[in-house]
């Protein structure tokens, strides 16, 4: 018996220490991309775009979804809107280089906050804001707590109700006190290195992945221990958190467009996209066959458009749409088992 537990504690500092330096690593090769901005007693980490000469829309704010970070909205939509807008993208708290912060960022409505808080101080007064899956519930709740700061919502493949079942049993594992950091700094990191390229695909399937997205995008990043645990509580978190809040979604009033796909294994459209939709007067749906959870990066274009229409310009989105579909009729990467 000694003997077995022995071996077992070798086993565990082992592997905490290889922890610790694939971090390292991970951390070496995707070093922060912007600025840290104080949001009052911690700092988050944002890329900000200043708004240029010839500008000819609003500020835009883009949000990121879980087990991202900023980079995941700003290698897509940078290069399409740069020059057009002052831009926002943001680490959420305790994701890629941001700070958590106190127990208020454990929920969307305190991350809505923390993001108000980083663009009044790029002075930023009002966005259109865009949210990318759980980034969609954070953009809900910011326009519910700051509707005069937000011009206009564009949601991509939103989580923003609650829906009939559970998580993945490593989010509940790994937000329980000892178990949860222990598994955090032992067994996560290894795990999910061997499952980041086939995770990835079933996320933009039926779609193809980019060739380069893991090295663009760095999701690696979720995998140390204390981002993995941030995001863990974040997903855990999120089903009662909107079975409380979205009954309140009637309250916003602003410019608003929904996109999301058919093909979207991740979320249920039918339960969020159309529930947004239904609940925010004058909310456009825009479906898109054959697409699955990655409209940010797989119609890019449309949701351009979509910041154009909230942003006040005459567009044809059911139009945009078309050309969408018609880009993806061919396309059938399936999700790798």
Known sequence: MLITLTLIALLVAGLVVWTKLKTREIEARYPPAGEMIDVGGYKLHAVHVPRPAGADLPA??????????????????????????????????????????????????????????????????????????FGGAIAASFALAHPEMTSGLVFLAPATHSWPGGIAWYYDLTRLPVIGPLFANTLALPAGLTRLESGSACVFAPNPKPDDYITSTAPALVLRPGAFRNNAVDVANLKPYLSRVAPRYSEIRTPTVIITGDSDSVVLAHIHSEGLARDIEGAELIWI????????????????????????????????????????????????S
């Open 60 to 133: 835009l704010v883009f949000i990121h979804g879980a087990s991202g970070n900023l980079l995941d909205q700003s290698v897509p939509f940078r290069p399409k809107l740069e020059g057009r807008a002052e831009m926002l993208f943001i680490d959420r708290p305790g994701h890629g280089w941001s700070e958590r912060g106190g127990a208020a960022n454990a929920t969307p409505d305190g991350q809505a906050n923390a993001i108000a808080a980083a663009m009044k101080a790029k002075g930023i007064t009002s966005a259109v804001i865009i949210g990318h899956s």
């Open 289 to 336: 066959r054959n697409l699955g959870h990655k409209p940010d990066h797989v119609t890019t274009d449309l949701a351009v458009r979509a910041i154009e229409k909230v942003a006040g310009y005459d567009v044809d989105l059911e139009t945009a749409a078309e050309m969408a579909e018609a880009s993806l009729a061919a396309d059938d990467a399936g999700c790798p």
